[in-house]
Every structure is written in C-alpha cells, then in structure tokens.
C-alpha cells in the first residue's frame, strides 16, 4: 500500500513532489515535477508543485500536527475539512471565483488545490493603486450566488438546516464577535489606537451612547439571523486576482449570518483603500483618477449586486412567500441596511482595533495618517447610524464625501 | 448480565415492571410493584408502574421500533434522546416546571419519569370552565427562565452555538413553517375550514396583500432567528396542571427560534378558550366570570413576563454590549412585537389551518362556531398588522373585545 494511504505524517518537498507524481491523475506520467515549500502562514505547508515541461502547476496545503510557528498549538485537523467543504460549495455556486479543489485527503489532512501564484492579492495591488476593471463584475457575481442561494429564499429549508449544523464555527465567530462589535467601541486594552486619533474616538464614539446601543443591536443580528452562508471574512485581503479572473480564498469564518456582512466588508475595505489615495498620491490628478476609480468601483459593486440580486432572485425564488408582492424589496432593502451597518463596523474596528489594514497603517505621514483615520471613523458612526436611509450607491459614496469635507 | 443491558426489545407490562424492579433505585427492594400501559400515542409505549403500599409511581416512556399504529413508519430513537435532553434542560432552567426525568436508557430506547397522572391537560380543564389561579405565574416562570437564560444575552455565546448545533430541528420546523405561516394564507388543500367561514377568510385574509406580505417577513424571522431554545409547541395541550402545579410537556419541536413564539402560543390559545366560553357559557354571570378569569389570566402573563423579565435580565445579563443604555428596552419590546404576531398567526391557523383546537371545534352551534371563528380569524389578522404598536397587556386584550365587538 502506498506510505501516504496508512498513516498522516508531515510531508518535505520531496514527499510533496512524490504524493503529486503518484496520488494525482493531475501530471503525464513521464513527465518532470519540481516541488517547492511557499508557505508563510502560520498553521499549514503550502508546496507548489510544477511540470517543468508544460509549466502546469498545482498546491498541496497540508495542515500540520501542531501550529509551525509553535508546536505547543495543537491545530484541529477539522479547519482543514471544513475550509474543504467551504471552497466546494462556494466553487459549484459561484462558478469558478475560489480555487478549484481536486483532492482532500483525510490522512494525509491536505489539500491539493488550483495554484494562484500568477495572482496577486488585491489589498496589496490597491495599496500600489492598480486597476482593475473587472473586479466589481466577479465579486457581485460571488456575493450573489453565495449569498442568495444559500439563504431560505431558494434552498429547501430542510437541506439549509443540516448545512448550518455543519458549519456552526464558535470559535472564528467569537472573534468577530469580539473584535469587530465589541472592542472597538470602548477603551479595550487589546485595542490598538494610534495615538492622534485616540481623543476623537473618545470623543465621537466611546462616548455616544447612541452609537453604542446600535452596536449592540448589531451584534445580536450578527449571533442570531441565519441568513445566508458567508464567507465572513470578505476584505481585500482574502481576494487574489489578475486582470481576468478574480479569486476568494480562505474562508475558515464561514457560517451562516446576516448577507450584509460581506457586501459590507468589500465595500469598506474599498473605502481603506479609497483614504490610502487620498492620503498618499501626491499629484492631484493621478490622484484624483484613482480615486474615481475606486469610487466607481464602489458603486459600481452597490448597483451590479442590487441588479444581479434581483435578476437572481427572480430566477431561482423556491419559497412561495418569498414571491408574495413586496417581499424581495423588503428582503434587499434588509440586506442593503445591514450591508451599510457592517461598512460602519469594519471602518471602526480596522482604526481602532486589534487588527489594523495596511491600506492605513503604511501611511506614514502622521498627520495625513491622522486625519484619514477620522474620516474613516466618522463616516463609519454614520454607516452604522444612518443605515436605515443608506439605500444607493449615491447614498455610499456621499457618506465617505462628507466624511473627508470635514476639516480634520 | 441484565436482560435489559444487552439489546433493545419492545416492553410488555411485565417487563417494564421487572424493568422498575431491577434497574431502578426508585423504589424499596420489597415493595409491591403493579404496571399498567396507559399509551394512547402513536408512537410510543407507556407504562406506568406503581408501589401498592405507598402509592409512590412513575412512568417509563418506550419509543417502539416502528409507529405502534403502523409497522411499516420507522422511527428515529433519536427523538426520544432529544425529548429526554430537552426536559433536562428546561427542568434545570425552570426549577422543575416539566416532569422530571429520572433515567433515560439507551438500549432500551426508553425514559423513565415523573408520573403525571393526578395532572389534567390544560386546554381540556379550560373547556371545562375551569380555573387555575397560579397558572399564569408558573409559565411565565417557565417562560423567563427557558428562553431569557437560553438567549445570548444570558449564556455563552459558544457554549449556545453547540446547543444550537444539538437542536437543529429540520422535519418538526417543517410542519410550523407550513402550517403555522404558510398554509392557512391561501386557499391550500390540506387546510380544513369550517365552511360559514369560508367567505370571511377569502376577503380578509387571502385576498390580503398587505397581511401577506407580513406572514412572509414573519416566516424568514422564524427561519433565520436562533434567539432562544423554544419550546415549539407551546399550546395548552402541552400543558398538564392541577391546582398547585403546571408541568410543560412533549417538548419535541423545540429548537432555537424567536422566543415571542412560545409566549405567542400561550396567549393564542388562552383566547380560544376565551371564545370557547363566549360561544358555548349561557348564562350571563357565568360567562362573564370565566370571561373575566381568561382576561386576567392573559393580563397576568403579559406583564408578569415583562416583570420576571426586567429583572431576571438585570440579575442574569453576562453580555457586555447587552448592558448597553436602552438595549433591555429594544430588546424586550421585539419579543412583545413577535409575541403579538404569533399570536394573530396562531389565532389563524388553528381555525384556517390543518390542525384544530377542541375549544373551537368543540362548540356544536353552528351560527356560534363561525361567530366566534371569524372572532378570532379577525383579531388574528389585526395581531398581525399592528404588531409594532401592541405593547402593553391592555393592548393585546383590546384587539380581542374590538373583534368580538363586531357584529358578525
């Protein structure tokens, strides 16, 4: 029996290159592989396996016995089975916008999966105010069909049941949970706040008790409203992409919650990157051009998603009552306000939390540092306040507006 | 070893009492024990087994291999370890407010419990016209407790996850969606409607966009919104009472959902046997006495559970963002909005529905019966329309006496 069917152990480059060769019907048989360890997380080995002849290449991820960073973390094999069986459902719905899985092996606990290395990851490409043009068109594509239909709307209720048992995750929702509706609005320690922005918060946020009696109506939507199976950590940062194509990756958040989370997350992370712009390009033109760039891509994503949803929902509606008169407005008009709460929720707790997003924190300039991170903060108070009559992408756009009009 | 120990049989009388004898530390060693089955069920045996000397008894509830009405039906045992975990959960949460259970057996699929014999069902006394004067007291305890302390204002938020997990409740959520806020809305099948009534249904509730375009919003809340661990079938018939006690039984639709649901039921069917009185009590002072005890009983359970609540909340709440100014507040008026909803939805069913209630059917006038069906069918539908500004006790019985102040 082949040593890689009887029992799990961590595999070298070599045992990587030799699982390819003779596990997979992926390469010819006589053709030559290379095989090379890229991995730079902090739990799984990731080798990219390459036909030196043809340049067809794959990824092998494999979870370790213990994290590689410190072998006293124990990992569950399980996060590998269900970022598995995420990448699947979400692979079938969307069409092709995750990385294609080709095999998952219990024993070997790995992965073998569709190699992205001629992709780059997008919060990184916008930090180098790069273009594209495509991206509002596949991401709508994705938050649709994830989202729509795998809510009550279209599944039989019954299969939806069994797959929120299968992906309950108390412990990643725990830490939205904490980090992004939680800590951020009050003065937590495990909160990071740059210290010329402190006093605002202090101001503007910690102590409005409007503000905060909203959060926490949000934070029960969030632990409560089963909705739709998201991917539940959407920034720019899990999006890899090339001129062309455009691809989710690591889903280890998903569950199933309120769809506004996502969209809401695409779009404030579009919004980092919008105050990333504004804070560092120095010529006003280019300047200005990406930024309406950018701009455009947020609308461009409020008005594709609210078109494709309701193509989609027209389409594939399954649940009588959910084509009574009325409903599918109501039921966007939900998805659109939570979807402005969430924006609020992200663009205060990348400021003011434990996580911060580099689109901010590579600014170096502290005083346009500074200033970008009220805006961010004001227009994220008014997100969450105001969610009710946020409805257009116009309505979107003109709350970030107003937010830099102010003279910090 | 036990003849019970090593494989599951169906108990005869005999058997389930050598079962008490030997497998049970319930009664003495020497004692004489008689059993009889008393199961009128379909699927389950039920012994009952009593000590001669002392009158101390209890019941063993057997789940037979198949449906004893029909051996062709195979049922989950899994139903039975449900039940049995449930009526643990709720007797700790509410002190003792449904039988106790004193073993469950996995081999021989079967619960031993409390006997509940010397109890009536509540719904049967109440077409009785009689009265229980702590009865509103008891379930409002059984209420608070069950459903505040399940919610994630109270409990752990993973800890809930994997409670959530454990009552997925995919084929008895079925039958609520469909009979509870799909069926009774259209002209459907397998609804049985009496049929003076059938005119007043059409033209105030199937011809009623706007009513169902709010049975829709109401069907995706009890899809999606894992609140709290409901009973589920929360009616007076699952209710057994006597003067000084009230124990909840037959909690097999339980999951978590909106807890107005369970308050909802209590309510709805506190009305039935209001209509009940008012179509089938001939004389006048009569009428008026039980009237008045079903209204103050209603009155009590609203504001007792609002009372209990309030405070149950300010001593239990262990969530941060749920201390938050106003969130008790928000909080406790959308249960009392889905409370009244659920009360209007269940004022519907059970008149338009598959499923009856007795103190309806039961009532031999002809002319009375559809009285105080289209009674109920309007009140239902105003529970339902005007459910953000019914708040208070007086409130909910007002929509009641304005229906029955209609002249049908």
Redesign the interface.
């Known amino acids: 029996m082949s040593r890689f069917k009887s029992e799990y152990f961590t595999m070298k480059e070599k045992d990587a290159l030799e699982y390819a060769a003779t596990e997979l019907d992926f390469f010819p048989k006589d053709t030559k592989l290379s095989c090379s360890e890229i991995g730079d997380g902090n739990l799984n080995y990731v080798f990219k396996v390459v036909d030196s002849k043809t340049g067809k290449s794959l990824i092998i991820k494999q979870a370790g016995p213990c994290a590689r960073i410190d072998e006293n973390i124990k990992v569950s094999p399980d996060r590998n089975r269900i970022e598995n069986d995420i990448l699947r459902i979400q692979y079938k719905l969307s069409e092709g916008l995750v990385p294609e899985v080709y095999k998952y092996d219990e024993v070997m606990n790995c992965c073998v999966m569709e190699d992205l290395s001629d992709y780059v990851i997008l919060r990184k490409a916008l930090i180098e105010h790069k273009k594209f043009p495509n991206f509002a068109e596949h991401i709508t594509d994705f938050l649709v069909k994830t989202l729509l239909l795998t809510s009550?709307i279209v599944i039989n209720?019954?299969e939806k049941?069994?797959l929120?048992?299968n992906f309950?995750?108390?412990?990643l929702?725990?830490i939205t949970?904490d980090l992004v509706?939680?800590e951020p609005f009050y003065n937590c320690a495990r909160n990071d706040v740059f210290e010329p922005t402190r006093a605002f918060a202090e101001k503007e946020l910690w102590n409005n008790?409007e503000l905060?009696?909203e959060?926490?109506?949000l934070?029960?939507e969030f632990?409560?409203?089963?909705?739709a199976l998201l991917h539940g950590d959407l920034h720019t940062g899990s999006i890899f992409i090339k001129e062309d194509s455009t691809k989710v990756i690591d889903p280890e958040f998903a569950f199933f919650g309120p769809a506004g989370y996502d969209i809401g997350n695409v779009i404030a992370n579009l919004v980092f990157a919008y105050e990333n712009a504004e804070a560092t390009i120095e010529n006003r033109d280019s300047k200005e051009d990406y930024k309406n760039y950018l701009e455009d891509t947020i609308v461009k994503v409020i008005d594709l998603f609210t078109y494709k949803f309701n193509k989609a929902y027209d389409e594939n509606v399954k649940e009588?009552?959910?084509t009574?008169?009325?409903?599918k407005e109501?039921?966007l008009d939900s998805i659109i306000r939570d979807t402005s709460a969430v924006v609020g929720l992200e663009l205060v707790r990348r400021i003011l939390g434990m996580a911060h997003v580099k689109d901010i924190t590579s600014i170096e300039d502290v005083d346009k540092r500074a200033r970008v991170e009220k805006i961010c903060l004001l227009a994220g108070k008014n997100f969450i306040l105001n969610r009710a009559v946020i409805k257009t992408a116009k309505d979107f756009i003109e709350v970030v507006k107003t937010a830099e009009s102010i003279g910090f």
Not at 168 to 171: L, V
């Open positions: 009550d209720h019954k049941k069994s929120v048992k309950i995750n108390p412990e929702c725990e949970e509706y939680t008790e905060l009696l959060t926490a109506k934070k029960f632990l409560t409203n089963a909705q009588r009552v959910a009574y008169k009325g409903f109501y039921y």
